[in-house]
């Protein structure tokens, strides 16, 4: 499997960062949170690594121009706008990661499909060592999907893993919690945090996903005790 090991090294990471605050009367279990099936669902940030305070901030779109967009994160509130993905791919390119992940824009039977891009898809092909975000229209990127088995913890990955990071960005139109990619030898910059983005459940949204693939999420991140869950 393409991410197996960077995927696992980052998941041991994941729990390691979220069980270490835990209290120490708090019986601790060598188990994982529940998981359960669909084939939509709206990414979630859990922290692992830095200061800002977007535990449990929802991914949203911060239109660009025409068709494009960057992946930013947002206080999960009334006025939050998350998107709703699926995963697009056979069931083969699911499992070995060959998949890419796809949200609708627009509504009903005017619904066409946008795409969580990483640009460059490689970091090291940028100057800056990192890659940004973005949600474009189109079918999709390969290597951009959901982890799957043996990985415990499902989350968003991308050609070299599941190494995003967060840093508050003055965009056009506006301050933002905008999302970059890195590689794993790139370090997160100052002010930034990492986070891995897990799915939680949803329902479909338009009628360009019916060919979604079902995939494992979570039924509530932000409610997930990660003090009773080791690796």
């Not at 939509?40 to 859990?46: E, G, P, S, W």
């Not at 998949?99 to 009903?108: K, P, Y």
């Not at 190494?163 to 990619?181: E, R, V, W």
Request: glycine content about 8%.
């Amino acid at each position: 499997m393409l991410f197996s090991t960077p995927s696992i090294l980052s998941t041991l990471a994941l729990l390691s960062t979220l069980t270490s605050a835990a209290p120490t009367s708090k019986r601790q279990t060598s188990n994982y949170p529940p998981q359960s099936k669909a084939k939509h669902f709206r990414l979630v940030a859990n922290v692992t690594s830095g200061d800002l305070a977007i535990n449990s901030f929802i991914l949203e779109s911060y239109h660009t121009g025409a068709g494009t967009a960057y992946a930013v994160l947002a206080e999960n509130t009334t006025e939050a706008n998350p998107r709703t993905f699926y995963v697009n791919g056979t069931a083969t390119d699911v499992r070995f990661g060959n998949s890419s992940t796809i949200t609708d824009a627009g509504s009903g039977n005017n619904s066409f499909p946008e795409s969580i891009v990483i640009s460059p898809s490689d970091p090291a092909n940028s100057p800056s060592n990192r890659s940004t975000v973005e949600i474009n229209a189109g079918a999709g990127q390969p290597y951009v999907g959901l982890t799957t088995f043996p990985d415990p913890i499902i989350q968003l990955h991308g050609y070299q893993g599941e190494t995003f990071y967060a840093c508050n960005s003055s965009l056009p139109y506006g301050d933002a919690i905008q999302l970059f990619y890195r590689g794993y030898r790139e370090v997160t910059p100052t002010g930034c945090s990492d986070v891995a983005l897990l799915p939680q459940c949803s329902e479909g949204t338009g009628a360009t996903d019916k060919y979604a693939a079902e995939v494992s999420c979570y039924a509530d991140v932000a409610g997930i005790d990660w003090s009773v869950y080791s690796a």
